[in-house]
């Protein structure tokens, strides 16, 4: 079972990135998906999340009205459009599988490798 985070990169503060994950070895019908990410020295944080039953999205205060998190069930993928990107948002990126739609860490069960974003002033 693989989660694999893609998307990130070098971007000037302003720009925009769009993260994707995809799964592989299962199907991730009936699991919430979320997007964390961690920076250098800091905890690693919720960024956002979708149910599976309703596609309800969840956000952090820091990234609503920037961030939109969508799915694509037949295609095992889970995007993260990131919008109006601040320094502050530079992390590893992570996207994960959770039976629940929740901002805790520790519910999700699967993670991804994670992917580089920097954004620069």
């Known amino acids: 079972v693989q989660l694999q985070a893609s998307g990130g990169g070098l971007v000037q503060a302003g720009d925009s990135l769009r993260l994707s994950c995809t799964a592989s070895?299962?199907?991730?019908?009936?699991?919430?998906m979320g997007w964390f990410r961690q920076a250098p020295g800091k905890k690693r944080e919720f960024v956002a999340s979708i149910s599976w039953y309703d596609d309800r999205a969840y956000y952090a205060h820091s990234v609503k009205d920037r961030f939109t998190i969508s799915r694509d069930t037949a295609k095992n993928t889970v995007t993260l459009q990131m919008n109006s990107l601040k320094p502050e948002d530079t992390a590893v990126y992570y996207c994960?599988?959770?039976?629940?739609?929740?901002?805790?860490?520790?519910?999700?069960?699967?993670w991804g490798q994670g992917t580089q974003v920097t954004v620069s002033r």
């Open positions: 994960a599988a959770s039976r629940f739609s929740t901002p805790s860490a520790a519910h999700y069960n699967y």
């Open positions: 070895g299962r199907t991730f019908d009936g699991y919430a």
